[in-house]
């Protein structure tokens, strides 16, 4: 009985140690480790809310964003209106989910703006030399010395009429803002590229694909750029939040949406001529906008964590 006791042990040890173990592709550890990082989880989770509050909550708080009553106007929160009222009796639920839409949309456009040029031009820069590198650095250089909130104020201030003219007032000024941001936020993003690609162009793996015959545009596509994701998606949860922030701050100068479309920026500059009256105003725009970007950033802590391999989680 002994005998055999210790022959099943053994068979079932060398059993388990010739099973494959299971095997665990990039995304799926990134993920893991993504996972164990509790605050950039947290922020995950309370910015899912925010996006479907502000996607799905219309659907149910049905309240127009323009009904006017002014037997109401500047009430607090209540019942009838759980965020309360403006200076026209108009609900600030309604307009608030109304605005967090065209918020949100400025921010994610303007990252996907800022991330293609940044890609793009630190993709040539990175995988060309002398000439073509040097000229695409001193460029992003230009761009980084610029300052960048008087350039949006005199574009939008110079273009606006136009594009209203062109497309209607509430594209034609998303169009512009968009622009104009994902414009001035895409230095950062070319850099990085830049940096990674000089990095990984002399590894192992890209010299092998050269010596099978390997194009330029197949190196770049299928071996060197996929592995420089991981900053560039960092770098994208940070332009989110700089979007936000930029469309918030020329809401609040005048120079954003017209008056009648509510962003969260728009919100805060109609508020603060009242905030002795109405606190509440001014207080939900801008506790949303410090929730959105807080946790925007928090998940690029926790996506920087968890995109870099020398890091032990």
């Known amino acids: 009985m002994a005998g055999s006791t210790l022959a099943s042990a053994t068979a079932s040890a060398a059993a388990t140690a010739a099973a494959p173990r299971k095997r665990v592709s990039p995304w799926g550890e990134a993920w893991r480790r993504f996972r164990k990082h ?5 922020s995950a989770v309370v910015l899912s809310v925010i996006i479907l509050a502000v996607l799905l909550g219309p659907l149910v708080w049905r309240v127009p964003i323009d009904e006017i009553d002014f037997s109401v106007r500047l009430e607090g929160p209540s019942w009838a209106h759980p965020l309360g009222t403006d200076d026209l009796g108009q609900d600030l639920l309604a307009r608030m989910l109304y605005g967090g839409r065209i918020s949100l949309a400025v921010g994610f456009a303007a990252m996907l703006v800022a991330v293609l040029l940044g890609t793009l031009i630190g993709s040539v820069a990175g995988i060309a ?3 073509v590198d040097a000229g695409l650095m001193w460029l992003t250089d230009l761009f980084l010395s610029l300052p960048e ?3 949006l104020l005199l574009v939008i201030y110079l273009f606006r009429d136009t594009l209203r003219g062109l497309v209607g007032a509430e594209l034609g000024v998303f169009i512009l803002i968009v622009s104009v941001i994902g414009g001035f936020r895409w230095m ?3 850099r990085l590229v830049r940096a990674q690609f000089f990095s990984l162009r002399e590894k192992e793996f890209v010299e092998a694909a050269r010596a099978l015959g390997a194009s330029t545009p197949r190196l770049v596509i299928r071996h060197i750029l996929p592995n420089a994701l991981g ?3 960092v770098a994208a949860t ?3 939040a700089a979007a936000i ?7 609040f100068l005048g120079l954003g949406f017209p008056p009648d479309i509510p962003t969260w920026g728009r919100l805060l500059f109609d508020a603060k001529d009242n905030l002795d009256y109405a606190p509440h105003w001014a207080l939900f725009p801008g506790l949303a906008i410090f929730l959105t970007v807080l946790t925007i950033n928090f998940v690029g802590d926790g996506l920087r964590d968890a995109l870099d391999p020398r890091r032990v989680i």
């Open 38 to 42: 509790r605050l950039a989880v947290a």
């Open 238 to 240: 940070i332009d989110i």
């Open 188 to 190: 950062p993003v070319a």
């Open 129 to 131: 030399s002398g000439r």
């Open 231 to 233: 900053p560039v998606i």
């Open 149 to 151: 909130l008087p350039l």
């Open 245 to 251: 922030i930029a469309e918030s701050t020329l809401s």
